[in-house]
């Protein structure tokens, strides 16, 4: 069974920092590239970043510079430092594999495993 357990989030003043970790169990950590996303009340489902097996990462603009990516292959855990929060970076934040299907190898960016979501919210 696929799990991914998101913790880490709460509650912090604008300009402050949190950061957000994911275990993984039942998969090969990032085998085929794991990202988090967030989803502010009212509006979809956000890509904040993506990181690679090899532990290249992407950044939506709106994070760039102040959110980072992480992983600990021996602790299957991602990591997202969070710094300098903003207002508007109040949203539930998910974690996210991309599946690996035996026989079928990695799937497309839209086909994942998902975690249960922790709420982050940042107050003015």
């Known amino acids: 069974q696929v799990e991914l357990i998101e913790s880490g989030g709460g509650s912090v003043q604008a300009g402050g920092s949190l950061k957000l970790s994911c275990t993984t169990s039942?998969?090969?950590?990032?085998?085929?590239?794991m990202a988090w996303y967030r989803q502010a009340p009212g509006k979809g489902r956000e890509l904040v970043s993506q990181i690679t097996r090899n532990g290249d990462s992407t950044y939506a603009e709106s994070v760039k510079g102040r959110f980072s990516t992480s992983q600990d292959k021996p602790l299957s855990t991602l990591y997202l430092q969070m710094n300098n929060l903003k207002t508007e970076d109040t949203a539930v934040y998910y974690c996210?594999?991309?599946?690996?299907?035996?026989?079928?190898?990695?799937?497309?960016?839209?086909?994942?495993?998902w975690g249960q979501g922790t709420q982050v919210t940042v107050s003015p």
């Open positions: 996210a594999a991309t599946k690996y299907i035996i026989m079928q190898g990695c799937q497309a960016a839209d086909r994942l495993w």
């Open positions: 039942g998969i090969v950590f990032n085998r085929c590239g």
